[in-house]
């Protein structure tokens, strides 16, 4: 399978932004343990702070990823524009959270773009994205 991980928002700050709720270790320095545990998978990575190139990626994913695994950041509590677009696209798309949004700030426990996703996972910190992995195969 073809997937493209997705990740928006200040998710390149992994590792230094607030250790004690999305840990100590970047995306740079996981996505490589992530592809070895799973190399029957082609596993393409992207991060943006913009919401519109994060939805650019998802519109060039159509056709081309067979999924995506997108953590949309704080742009799952604000952003229709993703959600439409994940709802255009014909491929499935499973959003995933490094923290438990349910038990976050009020304004964070609600996400507009998992009501246009296959599936959320929240709260397993990095291995959330191994899960999400596993819920495509």
């Known amino acids: 399978m073809n997937i493209l991980i997705l990740n928006g928002p200040n998710l390149n700050l ?10 100590n270790i970047s995306f ?15 596993i393409t990575y992207f991060q943006s702070n913009h919401e519109g190139i994060l939805i ?11 999924a995506v695994v997108m953590n949309p950041g704080a742009y799952a509590h604000t ?3 993703i959600a439409d677009c994940i709802r255009a ?9 490094i923290s438990d949004i349910s038990k976050r700030e009020p ?15 929240t709260g397993l910190g990095l291995e959330g994205y191994a899960k999400a992995i596993e819920a495509l195969e």
């Open 89 to 97: 696209i014909s491929i499935p798309v499973i959003e995933v959270h």
């Open 28 to 42: 740079d320095a996981y996505l490589p343990q992530l592809c070895k545990r799973y190399p029957q998978h082609e």
């Open 14 to 23: 992994l590792g230094k932004r607030e250790p004690e709720i999305y840990g």
């Open 56 to 66: 650019d990626k998802l519109q060039e994913a159509d056709g081309r990823f067979d």
């Open 107 to 121: 304004y964070r426990r609600h996400s507009f773009t998992a009501e246009a996703c296959v599936n959320c996972i």
């Open 79 to 81: 952003s229709i524009a």
